[in-house]
């Protein structure tokens, strides 16, 4: 006796091939628009793209569905992943990001301390890798606002490395 399963003996339709990144939406949009036979809805999609282990990009996608708005959202972030550079699991220095009204104090923080964070902005650091940071957002709260203040202060880290090819001064120790 057969199992019973797909008729015609079809073979199962193959798997999309996974990413090697993680994503989170972070908001979805919705916007109306009044045409003379009703209403007219469109969508976009706050997405950030990471691997966990320093690369992250955001993305905001817009179509007419959800579904597309996201797609759209993910193919952005990951066309603007970029490398950021985590120091035992946190961060260098300590950064301020700013975009638009927003801004965000990133400090680095001991082990075991967690991600202390906002939903937006924690989206942005638990992606790019980071473990224990502490954060405080000002000004603006708008997601979208939060998420570019956090990957410009990513952005705009810098190694021990390069603040030492930048000064021309050797730290000891």
Excluded at 76 to 84: E, G, P, S, V
Excluded at 104 to 116: D, E, F, K, Y
Excluded at 128 to 143: E, F, I, Q, R
């Amino acid at each position: 006796m057969e199992p019973k399963g797909r008729s015609g003996g079809r073979p199962p339709r193959p798997k999309e091939p996974t990413s090697p990144y993680d994503d989170n939406v972070v908001r979805i949009y919705r916007c109306v628009t009044v045409v003379k036979g009703g209403r007219r809805f469109s969508f976009a999609a706050l997405v950030v793209v990471g691997d966990r282990k320093g690369q992250v990009g955001i993305g905001y996608g817009k179509a007419r569905e959800v579904p597309n708005a996201v797609e759209k959202g993910k193919k952005i972030a990951q066309a603007n992943l970029t490398r950021i550079d985590i120091v035992d699991g946190t961060l260098p220095h300590e950064v301020i990001g700013r975009a638009g009204a927003s801004r965000v104090v990133m400090l680095p923080a001991s082990p075991g301390t967690g991600v202390i964070a906002g939903a937006s902005v924690r989206a942005v650091l638990e992606l790019a890798g980071v473990h224990d940071v502490l954060t405080k957002s000002y000004g603006s709260n708008s997601p979208k606002n939060l998420v570019r203040a956090t990957f410009a202060g990513l952005k705009s880290l810098l190694t021990k490395e390069e603040v030492e090819r930048l000064t021309g001064v050797k730290r000891a120790g």
